[in-house]
């Protein structure tokens, strides 16, 4: 927890300082942590994601996955697989930058107290560069990772346009993605003949998406998305991707505004075959909330600060904090929520309007409990024990916080 403590800078030592940890805690032992104990990222991972599927999801329920890559900008010629590559976060036309890219993923759930889906990370993988394993294959570590750990669920892998490919056709799951509008689709598989040679593995090219746009029959299809119900009109088609996927059977969902009579606003492709278009279109909306899930990292928590160099501390720092973030939402979801969190603020800051906790939200309630937590303790061990052995002791048993938030 000395990750959320700290408000000052997110760095090794940092943490220990804004803590007020350093005169308790070493930095030396803070810094082998990441650099040389024996710990590994995914087991690690996996664990949050169980935690997360047991506590936040209904029993049986299909997993939604949202993935993609984030940038995180370094400096120093030392830096381990530290590259200049496409940074989509960047503000302006220059979309490149130099540091660490990696590809994160993370399970979508619905909290009660919000409108909007959150995305919570659970899975990293660190991109080593031109002709390596690419972001795509990546992505599809991880989700086999994930059909692994979860055998009796369905899971639903939701990307943008840069996530489509061989690598993510994974056994138990299924993709949905953006299409680019010169995507060649092909029919379905045709049914055998009786002609020698080998049989077709696709049909003939139907069109473009534009050329379907003005073919296919549209219908109108109320969908949940982005925290309100929008009202679309859509047209379905199963299709192959074959430069994609092969031939894994697919479909095509076009969608545009109600009124629009030509073309089509948004062209998607997903594995699914047995969803219905306003699911799919929805499943996909879903995935801006990994969007929302790195920009709360880097800019609340502080992921991606660590100054370390050494392939060790690179790998692990950044997933460590993104971790952190879940456990933080994990806890003021299952025990930290009140309806009545957002009152001091609302009064104390007339211009916060905001009627939904905010990951800043509970990680400011998540501070105070541990303050309240920690004077609790040491006042019980007061007579017996000093009072920075009460701080560290805090920080071992995580679990004690059940009964300070009570």
Known sequence: MVWSLGPSRRTVVGMLTGAGMSAVISFHSACRFFSQDQWEVDRLGLAVARLVVDRLLPAGAPITVAVDDTLFRRWGKKVHHAFWTHDGAAQGPAKLGRGNRRVVAGIVVQLSFTSHPTCLPVLFRLWAGKHTTSP???AGQMISLLTDTFPDRVIHVVGDAAYHGTPLSVADA????RLPVNAALYRPTPPRTDRRGRPRKKGHRPGTPTDLAATERWHTVRVDRYGHTDTIQAATLA???????????GRLVLVRDPGSTTGYDLALFTTDTSATAGQIVARYAQRWSIEVANATGKQVLGVGQARNRVAHPVERTVPFGFLVQTLVTCWYATIGYHRDDLAGRNAAEPWY?????????????????LTEFVKMFELAIKPWRPCSWSLAWSVRWPWLLRGASG
């Open 239 to 249: 299709c192959l991707w074959y430069g994609a996927f092969a031939d894994t059977p």
């Open 353 to 369: 309007t905001n009627t939904e906790p905010a990951f800043e939200d509970m990680l400011a309630k998540l501070r105070r409990t």
């Open 136 to 138: 795509v294959q990546l």
């Open 174 to 177: 299924t993709m949905t993605t």
